[in-house]
């Protein structure tokens, strides 16, 4: 019989907020936390704005060598498990450490403090020649992703498989799906999952300015992430990190955890087309939701919410809603949709992990969050987006995707256990 996977601990750091709570109640609130870039003169850029996040590392725990040693987006993963190892209750102490795993996604993994120490090593770019004397102990740390993922395994003392996944912004989907994989097959008992990236940095804004991918509606950065919107241009950067304590079923149960959702199914495919372009048809995310949807033994009539990829591109958004209405039918007209991007922006490989984390909060609390910013509906996009104001609503099983540059398409389908019991 397949072990069953449940969610029994969450922690979050996003923008507007510094923990778990403070995230659900901007996102019920249809708050934006879209702001102009701080961190950096943002002047010379296309797009200055961004979603960032106010984190605090020394009121977070961290000592002053650790804020050395770990880049910003390890902090943010190593304060999200402290947060979800509490949140659960589980005393890992207790447990056999080789039967707890790690499955950490990010996309651009320690790019802040790599750009920093190029920076101090050429002189802020002035020597063409860069003197080895200022480099960082740690710069191996900074250079090699799968450090992030060993900090999350000391935090966690976790002797299991420890796993880096690195596959653009369907990383945070990916890595929980992992996890619950290495629970079904038995390899570990507990796993720690989740995301983190912290991109707000010149030579990432740079980037997604080339390929003009970001929004330049710097004068209204509260309004400028507007997925669905007919006159949306783009997305708004932004940072952040969400990170799960997964559980088999029975355990949990037995030791009286509270349990957020079930992961009854998760499906990945790959559109082998083009590295930043969609196919209008939404056939490869359409096939990933069926997967997933098999995968839990549900039918789409079962999906209550859509926790959609809603990036606030023209081709994403479109392509979104087609890959909706080709796997869902008619349900997809009658099922709520709905895009948190529009209030904490795009944090690359973290954000799939963050809407999983409200993807359950809507289970918990019966609310779908809403999509902000969205006043002039695209025709192309003719879905239930619950514009402006989150809605209170009997939510049993939600259904969140992914897109991701290089053609990526994941989804993922989270319920109460009762569905499946």
């Known amino acids: 019989m397949t072990r069953r996977v449940v969610i029994t601990g969450v922690g979050v750091r996003a923008p507007g907020g510094s923990g778990t709570k403070e995230f659900w109640d901007l996102l019920t609130a249809g708050r934006t936390a879209t ?16 979603g960032e996040v106010d984190f605090d590392a020394r009121a977070e725990g961290f000592s002053p060598r650790e804020v050395r040693r770990m880049d910003r987006a390890t902090q943010f993963a190593v304060a999200c498990t402290r947060e979800a190892l509490v949140d659960s209750g589980l005393e890992t102490g207790a447990l056999d450490p080789s039967r707890i795993g790690v499955a950490l996604g990010s996309a651009v993994a320690s ?27 740690y710069m191996f740390d900074y250079l090699s992703p799968g450090v992030m993922a060993a900090e999350v395994a000391w935090a966690a003392g976790a002797e299991g498989p420890v796993t880096m996944v690195s596959d653009g912004c369907t990383s945070g989907l990916d890595s929980v799906g992992y996890a619950v994989q290495l629970i079904r097959e038995g390899s570990v008992d507990v796993a720690v999952a989740g995301a983190a990236d912290t991109p707000v940095s010149p030579i990432v804004v740079a980037c997604f300015d080339a390929i003009k991918a970001t929004t330049p509606r ?51 495919r790959c559109n082998a087309y083009h590295m930043t372009g969609l196919k209008k ?41 087609a890959a909706f209405k080709r796997s869902l039918g008619d349900r997809a007209y009658a099922v709520p949709v709905s895009s948190i991007k529009s209030m904490v922006g795009h944090s690359l490989g973290a954000i799939g992990s963050i809407e999983i984390a409200a993807s359950i909060l809507a289970i918990e609390h019966n609310v779908v969050p809403p999509t902000a910013n969205l006043h002039t509906p695209d025709p192309e996009c003719d879905l239930d987006y619950v ?14 995707v992914g897109s991701g540059f290089g053609g990526f398409q994941s989804a993922m389908v989270l319920h109460r256990p009762e569905v499946a019991a």
Request: net charge negative.
């Open 35 to 50: 702001r102009p870039i701080s961190f950096f003169d943002a002047a010379p850029f296309r797009s200055r704005i961004a």
């Open 111 to 137: 790019a802040t403090s790599l750009e920093n120490e190029y920076l101090v090593m050429a002189d802020a770019g002035r020597e063409w020649v860069v003197d080895p004397a200022h480099l960082s102990p």
């Open 218 to 268: 710097n004068d209204d950065p509260e309004h400028a992430s507007r997925p669905f919107d007919g006159t949306r241009n783009g997305f708004v950067l932004a940072e952040g990190a969400a990170m799960f304590v997964l559980e088999e079923y029975e355990a949990a149960k037995r030791r009286g955890a509270h349990i957020y959702a079930e992961v009854g199914g998760y499906a990945t």
């Open 281 to 321: 048809d939404g056939r490869e995310m359409a096939e990933s939701i069926r997967a997933a949807l098999d995968e839990a033994r549900l039918d789409r009539t079962a999906v209550d919410y859509v926790n959609a990829h809603g990036s606030g591109t023209k081709q994403n958004d479109r392509h979104e809603t």
């Open 387 to 400: 514009p402006l104001t989150a809605r209170e609503l009997r939510v049993d099983t939600v259904l969140t």
